[in-house]
């Protein structure tokens, strides 16, 4: 059974901090690229790309949050995270934790996270 099952959400006032926790089964976390996504509120909004690590450790992190946000795992608890520093507004929506396995695109149920003051 494959499950990526995200936490950490919450409210948070502009310019704060949060860690979002994404706990993964070990068939799709071993030896696999993790990502997150996030989905701003409001219908027909797109899933926007946040960043990836890939197994050996290497992060890419799309331009919006490049400084600010930190992606990293613990393999030895199937885990990835992404740290979030100097939050914006902007920044506000469901973060979801993903990853391709067998073929297939997975993803976690999301966790909201709202910036706001």
């Known amino acids: 059974q494959v499950q990526l099952v995200e936490s950490g959400g919450g409210v948070i006032q502009p310019g704060g901090s949060l860690r979002l926790s994404c706990a993964a089964s070990?068939?799709?976390?071993?030896?696999?690229?993790m990502y997150w996504h996030r989905q701003a509120p409001g219908q027909q909004r797109e899933r926007e790309w946040v960043a990836t690590i890939a197994s050996g450790g290497g992060t890419v992190y799309a331009d919006s949050v490049k400084g600010r946000f930190i992606i990293s795992r613990d393999n030895a608890k199937n885990t990835v995270y992404l740290q979030m520093n100097s939050l914006k507004p902007e920044d506000t929506g469901v973060y979801y934790c993903?990853?391709?396995?067998?073929?297939?695109?997975?993803w976690g149920q999301g966790t909201q996270v709202t910036v706001s003051s």
């Open positions: 070990a068939n799709i976390f071993n030896s696999n690229i």
């Open positions: 993903t990853a391709r396995y067998r073929g297939n695109n997975y």
